[in-house]
């Protein structure tokens, strides 16, 4: 895959900042963050700005190398195989990436061990009612295996060994008018779920 592909790909930053307000606010002393599958690094920069240095892995070398232009810290690795040691992260964020995966629970899992007791996942995944939506199609993306409905999302925290704090729909927006139509539609067709999983302490 190639930078090509990540240009595509534009994080709305409203999302962005309202992940780093969730961050302070249910692990306001966290250091060490994660974002996996973190693409572009555009997390990543507000995180630098606005919380603290967080470090962004990706399998692919082509966000590694946008990352890098940006100097923004990065590590090349599969997401089912994190080097970080047990209980080494506060915080893992993986904003659309469960989507892609054929079995995700592998990767959760792994995500659960290096974070520490109490420890929080922060995930972003598009919905069942995303196939229906004429901009930001679910199936837009060529990379997408399936989208998740509140009741598998949930199913699949729980049993990756998460403590599931929250799962909410939501459509964002790029400007007044959609932001506006988008919270009336996750009233009822949200685009995505925002879940909040803990790894509860032994």
């Known amino acids: 895959m190639d930078e ?12 962005s900042h309202g992940d780093v307000r969730l961050i302070r ?14 693409g ?5 920069e507000i995180c630098r700005r606005e919380l603290t ?35 080494a992260l506060d915080v893992v964020r993986a904003k659309e990436v469960i989507e892609h995966l054929p079995d995700p629970r592998p990767m959760l899992q792994e995500i659960r061990r290096v974070l520490r007791p109490n420890g929080l ?10 196939t229906f939506y004429p901009i930001g199609n679910f199936w837009d993306d060529y ?10 999302l949930h199913r699949l925290l729980s ?15 790029r400007n007044p008018f959609e932001r506006a139509l988008g919270r009336a539609l996750a009233l009822v067709v949200p685009h995505t779920w925002l879940a909040l999983g803990t790894k509860e302490a032994a």
């Open 53 to 87: 240095e967080a470090i962004g892995l990706d399998a692919e070398e082509a966000a590694g190398r946008l990352c890098a232009s940006q100097r923004l810290p990065f590590v090349l690795a599969d997401a089912a195989k994190l080097p970080f040691a047990d209980r």
């Open 143 to 152: 990379t997408h295996v399936r989208p998740l409905s509140h009741t598998g």
């Open 121 to 130: 996942l922060l995930a972003h995944v598009p919905t069942q009612f995303s």
């Open 4 to 15: 090509a592909y990540f240009r595509h790909i534009q994080e709305h930053p409203e999302i």
């Open 159 to 173: 049993d990756a060994g998460f403590s599931v704090q929250l799962v909410r729909g939501y459509t964002a927006g």
């Open 40 to 44: 572009r690094g555009g997390f990543l």
């Open 25 to 38: 606010s249910r692990c306001p002393h966290a250091r060490r963050i994660l974002d996996v599958g973190c």
